[in-house]
C-alpha cells in the first residue's frame, strides 16, 4: 500500500481545512488508518484514526468534537476534516495504514506498516 496525504495549507485560527490521504492498491479497505502529526522536537502525535469499514473511529482527546475522520473505500481515500482549527494543530500531518489493529492500538504509531510522507498544516493566529 502506497499513501500520499494531501490538502494541507495555511489557515487562519478557528478555520476549517481538509486533509486526504489516498491510498494503491486494491486491498485498502483491509486496512484500519491513522492520522498523526509531528512538530520540530516532539515526537509524532495520534490525532485520529477510523477502522476499515469506517465503522469505528478514535480520537485524541486535544481534537475530539473538532476533527472528522471518514473513508470512501471506492475511492481508497481517507479524510481529515479539520475545523475550529488553533495554533497549536500546526504540525505535518502524516497519514498510515495498518492491518488487523483493535481498537486499543488505533493510536499507537508503531502498529502502522505504511506511511504517507505527510502534508503540512500551518494555522496562523
Known amino acids: 500500500v502506497q499513501l500520499q496525504a494531501c490538502g494541507g495549507g495555511l489557515v487562519q485560527a478557528g478555520g476549517s481545512l481538509r486533509v486526504s490521504c489516498a491510498a494503491s492498491g486494491r486491498t485498502f479497505r483491509s486496512y484500519s488508518v491513522g492520522w498523526f502529526r509531528q512538530v520540530p522536537g516532539r515526537e509524532r502525535e495520534f490525532v485520529a484514526a477510523?477502522?476499515?469499514?469506517?465503522?469505528?473511529?478514535r480520537y485524541a482527546d486535544s481534537v475530539k468534537g473538532r476533527f472528522t475522520i471518514s473513508r470512501d473505500n471506492a475511492k481508497n481515500t481517507v479524510y481529515l476534516q479539520m475545523a475550529s482549527l488553533k495554533p497549536e494543530d500546526t504540525a505535518v500531518y502524516y497519514c498510515?495504514?495498518?492491518?488487523?489493529?483493535?481498537?486499543?492500538?488505533?493510536?499507537?504509531?508503531?502498529?502502522?506498516?505504511?506511511w504517507g510522507q505527510g502534508t503540512q498544516v500551518t494555522v496562523s493566529s
Open positions: 498510515a495504514a495498518g492491518v488487523r489493529l483493535i481498537y486499543s492500538e488505533l493510536d499507537a504509531a508503531s502498529q502502522y506498516d505504511y
Open positions: 477510523i477502522r476499515e469499514n469506517g465503522g469505528s473511529t
